[in-house]
């Protein structure tokens, strides 16, 4: 005899005109995903653009030298009568015997006759009209160093000769990590694989990073077994320095607090000598720099509603989106950079002159992605991406930012 069947009973679910079983729709998902965040690596594409350079050791050096400086101040705080003849002076090193200053305030000119540390005599009053008559000079006057006026019978002068100057700086291992399951790797969702996405990501993260430390990296070498400042470092770990580093350290007279509102005539009196020291080999196409602005920075140029803005056509050079400014000095090509920004940086402007970065890296380890490096018995997908990065400044002076950069209300 057969066996009676099994009967499952199920409750008919009875609907009205409305959505019914909510298993049957159609999830309405756009196969892409939008990505906020606009660029945010500048300073690396002006550097890499300019200048690519490999080096043989995280630590990198460049040498520089300037010319003799022509200026120096008097230093005494009663001054000088019009017939004193020793005179002590900041740096009495900037001149030597047979050379005529000037002190700039006065118009004297004065001969100087010998040198010892920073006093100079000399002969006051040193032309046909003064004929030997000299004028008070006060503490602090400017003084600047004309050049040799040699006798018929002059000997060879003292040699001036300047001592060029070391930049040290380092290539710093920077890392990221993508880091899925096989199983996530293998399941079907809407929009780009998980693999690509998170590269894709990880990858603007990482130059992100390079960026921010190319602005505000301050350099270091912490080493193992040399009191290092990293109890736990096994090796060596090295830091970047950053623009802003070697800005308020080696060119602090190139910082400009604008105090909130500032006018053209500020800003131009600013830029002047960035454009009037710049060498011959740091000009490019002309008198040409770039300022990477931060919002507040950005909009003060606008604010001023002149005719001097308009598309820059380094544009394309760059992949950047830039406008030019005209100083009455030299051009500055202006990009907003979005790394600047937050409670102090968003009313900061840099000025850089490109031609004196690099975009340094350890030889064979530029940004480099490295597949397939999780353990072997796990079920997962781990790449990394790193580089051994860092920021080549040759000329530190050539440099300089604004802060506190603000539009009129």
């Not at 290092?228 to 007279?253: E, H």
């Not at 500032?262 to 002047?272: K, P, R, V």
């Not at 454009?275 to 140029?301: I, R, V």
């Not at 900061?348 to 350890?362: G, Q, R, S, T, W």
Request: aromatic content about 8%; some cysteine.
């Amino acid at each position: 005899m057969p066996t009676a069947p099994t009967v499952i009973s199920r409750a008919v679910a009875v609907g009205g005109p409305g959505v019914g079983n909510t298993d049957r729709l159609v999830i309405q998902i756009e196969d892409k995903i939008w990505q906020y965040g606009p660029n945010l690596n500048p300073l690396i594409r002006i550097a890499n653009v300019t200048k690519k350079r490999s080096v043989g050791n995280q630590e990198f050096k460049v040498l520089n030298d300037k010319h003799l400086p022509r200026f120096t101040r008097i230093n005494n705080g009663a001054g000088y009568n019009t017939t004193d003849t020793s005179i002590v002076v900041d740096n009495g090193n900037y001149a030597v015997a047979q050379m005529v200053v000037e002190v700039t305030r006065t118009g004297e000119h004065m001969l100087v006759t010998a040198v010892s540390s920073n006093t100079w005599t000399v002969e006051r009053g040193y032309d046909t009209i003064a004929a030997g008559t000299g004028v008070a000079i006060v503490d602090n006057d400017e003084v600047r160093v004309l050049g040799l006026a040699g006798s018929e019978r002059s000997g060879a002068p003292t040699s001036q000769q300047t001592s060029p100057g070391t930049v040290t700086n380092y290539a710093q291992l920077l890392m990221r990590s993508i880091n899925l399951s096989e199983i996530r790797q293998h399941t079907e969702e809407y929009g780009p694989k998980e693999l690509e996405r998170q590269t894709k990501n990880t990858t603007y993260e990482f130059k992100v990073d390079t960026e921010l430390f190319f602005k505000f990296g301050k350099p270091l070498k912490d080493v193992e077994g040399s009191s290092p400042l990293d109890g736990s470092v096994a090796d060596t770990r090295y830091k970047t320095g950053g623009l802003k580093y070697w800005i308020d350290n080696y060119a602090s007279a190139n910082i400009l607090d604008a105090n909130s509102v500032i006018t053209q005539t500020a800003l131009w009196d600013f830029l002047a000598p960035l454009y009037e020291d710049m060498p011959e080999d740091a000009t490019g196409q002309g008198m040409e720099l770039m300022a990477l602005c931060g919002s507040k920075a950005f909009n003060a140029f606008h604010s001023w509603a002149v005719a001097r803005i308009e598309t820059s056509v380094e544009t394309k050079k760059y992949g950047l989106q830039l406008q030019t400014y005209q100083a009455p000095v030299g051009r500055l090509n202006l990009v907003q950079d979005y790394t600047l920004k937050g409670d102090e940086y968003a009313d900061y402007m840099f000025v850089v002159n490109p031609k004196d970065l690099e975009y340094v890296y350890l030889q064979g380890m530029d940004m480099t992605v490295k597949t397939n490096v999780q353990a072997n018995d796990v079920l997962e997908r781990k790449d990394m991406i790193y580089g051994v990065i860092g920021l080549g400044i040759k000329r530190p002076e050539l440099h300089g930012y604004i802060k506190n950069m603000q539009a009129a209300a």
